[in-house]
């Protein structure tokens, strides 16, 4: 039978994703999971699940659905981190069979498995993989419902869609492609036959603007407001900060070795061809990006590589599918498939000078970060340095009992030069200054450093 056939071939990648899951288990929350898998499931598991708001200090404007999710599961299993990252694994198993479904339709259920292979080792997908994301859920849903487009399921689009709107507000904004998509992929734009698209959106549309309007009337704002601690990052940029973010976000997408499938797109993307599919994946593309896009080119500090990820599985799909529609020749076809997968899986790698930004929750190179600082809050316990008098930054400030679901709750002093008598360092944080970085350097002391493949931990002492 044809599903066994597929179960076969998906059977190592789900393999994988079970494995994977259990490598990272122990791993404490990392970056914007510290609130979305910490500090709302903490809430709603202390709290019950009567209220939906969140209380300001922790509340991103998004449904917090998936936080209610995390705390549902700690009252059933145990409140921990294994439970925490099991938790992904309905979604993680989800999108390895929806992927190779939609492989399928594109490339053929022959090479689907490229796009699984491609899709796993991506560096943002993959270092999203093995934290406790809603992005990782938000995929998941993002394909069901691009397979339910495809194959006309409409109740699965329903479904998926709802689900969508549920994990966050960019889930929203992924409604209206999927929509857009749907009209131009069934080609119908006549009343009657547009409403026969319009019926699968309408429970996830009547749905966003519910939550919308009820958060509003409750909280006075939708998306943030001026006293949370990410309002910068909503900041309007004038025209010199919309051209800046322009240049940011194409360094985001040809971040992480993406730049070898961009270029081969647009070189193979020129050569002539009729095929239908490839013509509705670049259709979906555009529409995807200039959906997604804008709101982050107008705001101060929204370009996060994973913002993008719904974009970079479309180009994944893209470039294989103009790899082995256009490319005829087979050893050139599998030089082509080599350098894209090697490349990508090299971007996993990558590490930037300190003094640049990384997306360090975009990449499998944020691994070793996990076993450098409890190595490094081991030392400072055994030399008995207080954690109040040291300083540090996003995402080592919270408490511990939201990082690590510690029951021995003490949390890091901010960052403040001035003040703190130990900086506790990593370079997987965005925050520190230039200046800082160079003050450290020539004025503090180091009393404790640790490296492992790019990563690094140093604790300074004030001289």
């Not at 288990?25 to 202390?46: I, K, Y």
């Not at 030399?383 to 009992?401: D, L, M, V, W």
């Not at 800082?436 to 404790?448: F, H, M, N, V």
């Amino acid at each position: 039978m044809k599903w066994q056939t597929d179960l076969t071939k998906c059977f190592p990648f789900f393999v994988w994703v079970i494995l994977l899951t259990f490598f990272v288990r122990n791993n404490f929350f990392f970056w914007d999971t510290v609130q979305f898998a910490g500090l709302h499931p903490t809430h709603f598991f202390e709290n019950g699940f009567d209220n939906i708001i969140l209380p300001p200090e922790i509340d991103s404007g998004h449904p917090p659905f998936f936080g209610m999710y995390i705390a549902a599961l700690w009252k059933i299993f145990g409140k921990s981190l294994a439970v925490s990252h099991f938790a992904m694994l309905p979604f993680l198993i989800g999108i390895v069979w929806f992927a190779y479904d939609i492989g399928s339709y594109y490339l053929g259920r022959r090479n689907a498995i490229f796009f699984l292979i491609l899709l796993m080792i991506d560096p943002v997908f993959a270092g999203q993989s093995v934290l406790v994301s809603p992005d990782i859920a938000l995929i998941c849903f993002f394909l069901m419902a691009w397979n339910s487009i495809l194959e006309n399921r409409k109740w699965a689009l329903i479904i998926a869609t709802l689900f969508l709107v549920l994990i966050s507000m960019r889930g929203m904004m992924l409604v209206v492609a999927l929509f857009v998509f749907d009209l131009i992929y069934n080609k119908r734009f006549t009343i009657s036959t547009a409403f026969k698209t319009t019926f699968p959106y309408i429970l996830s549309g009547v749905i966003s603007l519910a939550y919308l309007i009820y958060h509003h009337q409750q909280t006075g704002w939708i998306g943030y407001h001026a006293d949370s601690s990410w309002s910068t990052s909503f900041d309007k940029v004038g025209l010199k900060g919309f051209v800046r973010n322009i240049g940011i976000l194409i360094w985001r997408i040809i971040d992480f070795g993406r730049i070898i499938p961009i270029l081969l797109i647009a070189y193979l993307v020129f050569r002539k061809s009729d095929a239908q599919r490839l013509k509705s994946l670049l259709q979906f593309l555009i529409i995807s990006f200039l959906i997604l896009t804008p709101s982050l080119l107008i705001h101060k500090g929204l370009l996060g590589n994973r913002y993008l990820l719904p974009i970079f599985v479309i180009l994944d799909l893209l470039v294989l599918k103009l790899i082995f529609n256009k490319v005829k020749d087979v050893k050139w076809r599998r030089l082509y498939l080599f350098v894209v997968i090697g490349v990508m899986a090299m971007g996993n790698l990558l590490v930037y000078p300190r003094h640049v930004a990384q997306g360090w929750d975009s990449t499998l190179g944020h691994l070793p970060y996990y076993e450098l600082r409890r190595d490094a809050i081991a030392f400072m316990k055994k030399e008995k340095i207080s954690f109040a008098r040291t300083g540090t930054t996003f995402p080592n400030t919270a408490n511990t009992k939201h990082i690590d679901l510690s029951n021995d709750y003490w949390k890091f002093a901010k960052k403040d030069l001035e003040t703190n008598d130990y900086l506790f360092y990593s370079n997987v944080f965005n925050e520190f200054t230039n200046e800082e970085l160079r003050t450290l350097e020539l004025r503090w002391r180091k009393i404790y450093e640790s490296k492992k493949i790019g990563v690094e931990v140093i604790i300074f002492k004030r001289p």
